[in-house]
């Protein structure tokens, strides 16, 4: 039996992932993930004469193992969901030319693995598939031609640009039996912060995969720290490495930080008071999903602050690390110089519009009552400077 719980449903019974199989490309051997693909290349082109039939290839191929890995004959699979990033889900289509079998396409982009996996626990809990392989795949070299520049343009990657994974997933999902269960799925809404960059692909995406996360956690009444890992797709490095600056600001004053996530208010003031009343200092930082900033004191009323950092577009991870260091000195009862706020008269014009959409989304998401949650996160010394 299956539950709709706001926007998820929930498996009493919880179909499984029975099987499972992954193929790989170059990067994705030299990555951390190397150990978990069946198996890698370092030919991108898989023997093939071109990068599109290269990812053809990954698909069969990772839809075969897992098979393979199943003991199942291919004429035992009721149903394949599964997509791919090139138009019209060209790689699936040609795959399951091959494998023979009933083929839904699905096309999600970065979401459409967790899709096939959700779309295919909910038909297989329903009774409508026996056995159905969820599938995605992608290929570096075909995304960068089909949504950004061919690479024989030779064109200057930006900082925030992804790297697509070369790379096909498939899982074998069943009814009941052994494997990992899928106790319930998440299905989102679409998130549109007018985020234009084509090499930003990662700030396009993070406000749905929050929102997403947001929903979950209030349809199941659960909390982040309850999990023992919550994954996203690839959202860029931008917002992890300023919340990394500010930490190391704070460390390097030989102060420990403690991180929670504020649920009660979308406010900055309540937020970084709040956390100046949890500091054993008497000292709190709040950032808001737009990254604006401010220093607060216990002692303080609310509407007052220490240091106020209002333009978020203009502060670099200079300036995060420089606003860790006075917090910690501010914990540690010394008077420093504020951190020099940079101004430009025009960024109101520009960003209000953004700025006033992500308050609107972090006001909806806001609990009244709810106590903050304490998460723990963990920085990489060699990420930092």
Known sequence: MTQRCGDTLLFRTPPVIAAQAAVGGKKEGEGPLAAAFDELSSDNRFGQSSWEAAEKYLQLRAARLCLQKAQLPEEKVRLVLAGDLQAQCTASGYA????????????????????????????????AAEHLLAMASSHFCAAERQFRTPLSYGAVRTPTAQWTATAAGCCLLQPAGRGV?????????????????????????????????LHYFADTHTEPQEFDCIYTGDLGQVGSSLLRELLAG????????????????ADLAAIAHTAAKLSGSGIGVGILSRGTTMIHQKDLVRLSNLELFPQAPLMDADTFREVGRNAARYAKGESPEPVPARNDHMARPRWQAKAALLHIKESEFARPGHAPVELDVSISRAAAR
Request: aromatic share 6%; with cysteine; proline share 2%.
């Open 96 to 127: 399951m030319r091959e494998l023979g079998v009933p083929f839904a396409g699905v096309f999600g982009a970065c979401s459409t693995m967790a899709e096939t996996l959700g779309l295919g626990a909910a038909l297989c809990a329903s009774g």
């Open 181 to 213: 269960g899928i106790a319930a799925a998440t299905f989102g809404r679409v998130q549109d912060y007018q985020v234009k960059d084509i090499n930003n692909m990662g700030a396009a995406m993070a406000p749905a995969a929050a929102s997403t996360l």
């Open 250 to 265: 704070i460390e390097e004053q030989g102060v420990h930080a403690r991180v929670f996530r504020s649920c009660a208010s």
